[in-house]
Structure formats: C-alpha cells, structure tokens
C-alpha cells in the first residue's frame, strides 16, 4: 500500500485557515487522494478527495502538487468543530484492476488542536 | 436519510465466548466495509463486501473472525472465540460505488468490544 507523512499534529486558532500538509512520495498514477478526519467518540468522516487537479467542496479545499507527491488540506475558517484527527490516504482507483479498490489504510493523521 | 447504524455500541465479553456485531448500512449502497482500531493502533481495513460477495478479505486477522451479509443488505462480524487482543473499536462502512466514479465512504458510530 502506498504510504503517506504526516505532522502528528497541528494547532490554530478559531476562524484562521488551517493548512495540514501530507507527503506520498510513492503514489502511482492510479492512486486517489482521500481525505478523512474523525471527531472525537465518532467513526471517520470524509471531507475530499482529488487525483491531479485541486478541488474544493464545501467543508475544504485540497491543493495537490504538480508531481502530485505532496498535497495539503485546507480549512479556509478553523471552528471548535473542526478539532478531530485528519488522515491523508491514498486509494486505488476502481479502474486500475484488483480486488483491493475499496480499501482505506490509514496512518496515524494529524491531530488538529483549534483553540478558542 | 438513515445514516450508517452499528449494534451494539459496546460489548463486554470474557475471553473464549462469542460475539457477533452487526452493521445496516445506507439504504442502496452495495458496498459494506469493515474496519477496526485495537488500543494504540491504527484504523485497520478488515473487509470489503459488494452486495453478498467478499470483495476483499485480505485484512480479515485470522479463521477466529466471520463476516456475512445475507441478501446484500446488513452484515455481521462474528469473533469466536474471542481473545483479549480483539478488544479494540470496529467500524463499518458503506459507499454506493462499484468499480466507478470514486464515492465516500460513510462510517457509522462503531462498536467498542472490550474482551476480559
């Protein structure tokens, strides 16, 4: 499975942005960049995914990099809410073949501290 | 619309016996995953499910662990015999793509088994 690198953790202050780094410097050209965060006592939550191009939805904005072996999730106005663990995971493509497509492995992620 | 349920929220079972956890996913959503967290460690993939069929099952941990889903609708995890090392959080999931566009994965609550 391809890896990724993340800070352990990261703290801001309410209503800053919030910028969360991830490094996967072996991701093939098949391979998905997802994004979950997981609040504290509750399952993972998505919050976006990208292949090449930056993206954004309403929760945040994924900016990859041109070689695509970094990219960073931003959070434009950190809340309260917003304090969770984030997981940078890197996943199969569905058309890349393989019974493994579905599968999340993921890291240890970022600990997001939010201070009032 | 119903999110993803797990039943029961928490188990506590001794050593040897048996217990079985049980996830219902979103409505129409064929795929059904399994995951778990042991103390320390990371989230781990166990399985994948398409409708009725085992797509992945190549982090299952050993023969001790049995998943089904009857009819392509809800799933059970089934651990006999338990062992202490079992303890640990179990998440399902589910997401309404196959082998197409890539859609979230949506997580339900977890079940916390603590085996004494």
């Known amino acids: 499975d391809a890896k990724t690198t993340q800070p352990n953790s990261m703290e801001s202050n309410e209503e800053e942005p919030v910028h969360l780094p991830c490094n996967h410097s072996t991701i093939s050209g098949t391979d998905y960049i997802h994004w979950y965060r997981q609040l504290p006592s509750q399952g993972p939550e998505y919050v976006i995914h990208g292949l090449t191009s930056n993206v954004n939805n309403r929760m945040a904005s994924l900016a990859i990099a041109e070689d695509r072996k970094s990219s960073t999730l931003i959070l434009h106005r950190a809340t309260l809410r917003d304090a969770a663990v984030y997981y940078c995971?890197?996943?199969?493509?569905?058309?890349?073949?393989?019974?493994?497509?579905?599968?999340?492995?993921f890291g240890q992620g970022t600990i997001l501290t939010v201070h009032p | 619309e119903a999110g993803v349920t797990q039943f029961p929220s928490h188990s506590v079972i001794e050593k040897g016996q048996t217990v079985t956890l049980r996830c219902d996913p979103i409505?129409?959503?064929?795929?059904l995953y399994w995951y778990r967290r042991v103390m320390g460690k990371e989230i781990k993939f166990l399985l994948h499910?398409?409708?009725?069929?085992?797509?992945?099952e190549s982090g299952m941990p050993n023969n001790r662990f049995l998943a089904e889903r009857t009819g392509g609708t809800y799933s059970t995890l089934k651990v006999q015999p338990a062992e202490l090392e079992d303890s640990g959080v179990y998440f399902c999931?589910?997401?309404?793509?196959?082998?197409?566009?890539?859609?979230?994965?949506?997580f339900g609550p977890g079940t916390r088994l603590t085996v004494t």
């Open positions: 999931a589910s997401s309404q793509e196959y082998r197409g566009p890539i859609y979230e994965q949506y």
């Open positions: 995971i890197l996943r199969v493509a569905p058309y890349a073949g393989g019974t493994s497509y579905g599968k999340l492995t």
């Open positions: 499910f398409v409708k009725e069929s085992k797509q992945d």
């Open positions: 409505s129409g959503h064929d795929n």
